[in-house]
């Protein structure tokens, strides 16, 4: 072979473990229906060539190619157990050297297919709390090494946490309802989830079905036939009167309503029937639902933000919606945990409290964002909006006055761009960062600035010109963007922020509390 | 531009301006390719396909890649990490090391040739989950991954 290759590069300047070598032959077999395609392509071009004796030679080569590369991925692979992380070292042609320190690791999974099984190999990985999910994996190690790495990996864990347990406070163990909804209450949220969803679902089922149904479902004139064949005079609709009309179309109308609210209210005692927050020792305990009942705990450190919802309707009576923004690892699919569907702001805050999120004393703290964000943003929509009215006057002919109406547009671009200034909000105390949002649903984010990941200070172009930046936080499971900050507001705060977050480590706020 | 109390910004290595330079030129390859065919169809006087593309090739992978190491650099702070990068859209990011889940160092053929690597860090964040840095010398990058990791370590103690 090439010298390149015989002679690995050695990334870190220490010597590492290979995985073992049969692990080459069950991930060649693993990854043989990968491998259809170019087989198939190789078969396809050798029967052009009308020569049978090519296909097997052709098959053959595919498959040593791919055994060839597979063996130097495994040769180029390096890991190594070192004193404070492991390091995985791998590519062919770009080498990447990844390590992990002790600390950040999660957990160590040990998974053994059936073929791997077989040949005693066992795959390990070791899971991180990384935004993105890409960890690193050994693809395929003897079930003895893999039981040692976990031993090893949990016997250094659990040095830290001998160290780290000891400022942590006893919590009490009895689980304590902090919040329940009752019938009434959710009957209150169903309400307020009017939905005309039913009309979708027919409407789709309708579509999907129609070869079912024995005439046209969308034919207005086949409807029409059907009244009048039932005696129903369509005709005599038409004469009764513009009084008789309305009360028919209010008719219409107020069934829509009702139909709308009765999903609703169906929907919600589907779900949140019986719903009850309780706090335990291991964290916050969610029971709910009328048929199918889910029981969900979250542990009460994985909370990274809280965010309080409410809609112009519910606000007027008070009534708010808490979400948990956590981790999430165990459960990809829900990042957000709602811990109260509808509640007052006072029981909320004290759900909230349990998570070591305190409420914002009072709306003072919160400042408005610079008003020039919101025109710059206005002064991108203008000349595409122009062109468009320009373009429809020559081309399409149109006449000026309809085309005008285009500009009716902008107006409201205008107004609702006014909305969203006037009810945008942000701050930040000791302790937290805040963030409140839309004038129609309105959303406040609070989040402990100690489970802030990292801070971006960003600018476009026009915003660079206006001396205005917007400020990204990383938060674990979502996201916070502060935006219309001068940029040496945006600094300020950004110092301010890192000075507490870079003092406290983030696996000891993971695991104490 | 700079905040006055933060400290100066490391530049990057100037190799970074070739590498990338390199990258660029085999990576916008098949676009002037794609000219010169077009040029042989004859479907224009001589010279209509070639030579924009050529010149807009010329200034992508030969000015572009000097102006943006200009905007890049970094700042390997006693407990974060700092970069900048960015005319038009400009970002500047700080990493807590003590955030940083787990560091890679990456290095591809035309950086091995001239002894380049990229550091990227990894945190928890769905937003910036991953922060890279290119154009490090080799031997910086992984002194940077050395302390961050002793720096992680130290922490915890």
Redesign the interface.
Known sequence: MNQAIDDP?D???QEGERLHISGLFVGFVSGLPQLLFPLLAAVFGARKADNPALIPIMIAAVLAISLFFRWLGWRRFRYHVGA??IRVEK?I?????????Y??IQDVSIEQKLLARLMGLSEVKFE?????G???TLRFVTLEEANRLRALIRARKAD?VV??DVPQIAEPEDAETIFAMDDKRVLILGLYSFSLIIFAVLGGLAQQFDFLLPFEFWDFKRWAGLAEESGVNVNSINHVGMAAQLILAFGAFSSLIFIGFVTGVARTFLREYGFRLTQTAKGFRRRRGLFTLTDVVMPTHRVQAAVVQTGPIRKRRGWHSLKFVS?AQDSKQESNYVAAPLATLDELWRISKAAGIAAPDGDERLRKGAALHWIIHLCLLMPPSLIAMTALVIFADASLAPTLLLALLLVIAAFLFWCDWRSYRFGLDDQQLYLRRGWWQQRLTLAPQLK??????????LA?RYGLASL????????L?IVALPLSTA?AI??AV?EK????????INQSR | MN?N??PELTPLDPAFITTSRIATALGLLPFVIGAGVLEFAQLLPPGSFLVPVFLVYAFVAYTVPARKYRHWGYDMGT??LRVVRGY??????????????????????ID?RYGL?KLTV??????????ALPGLAHADA?AM?EAI??A??Q???
Do not use: C, W
Request: glycine content about 10%; cysteine-free; proline content about 4%.
């Open positions: 590069v990334v870190t300047g404070d992380d590519g042609l770009n080498r990447t050297a990844r390590s992990i320190p600390d950040r991180t709390g990384g935004g993105d890409d960890d690193a830290e160290a780290q981790l802030v990941q990292s801070v971006e200070i960003a600018q476009g172009p660079r990204k936080f990383g938060i674990a499971g979502g996201t963007e600094q950004r110092a890192m977050v870079a003092a406290v480590n983030y696996s000891a | 905040d109390n933060l407990d974060r038009m859209f400009y970002s500047d990011t700080i990493v807590p090391f003590g955030r940083i889940q787990h560091i890679d160092v990456d290095q591809g053929p091995r690597a990894h945190t928890a964040g769905n937003h910036n989950s991953t922060v992984l991954r990791r002793a992680i370590r922490e915890l103690l």
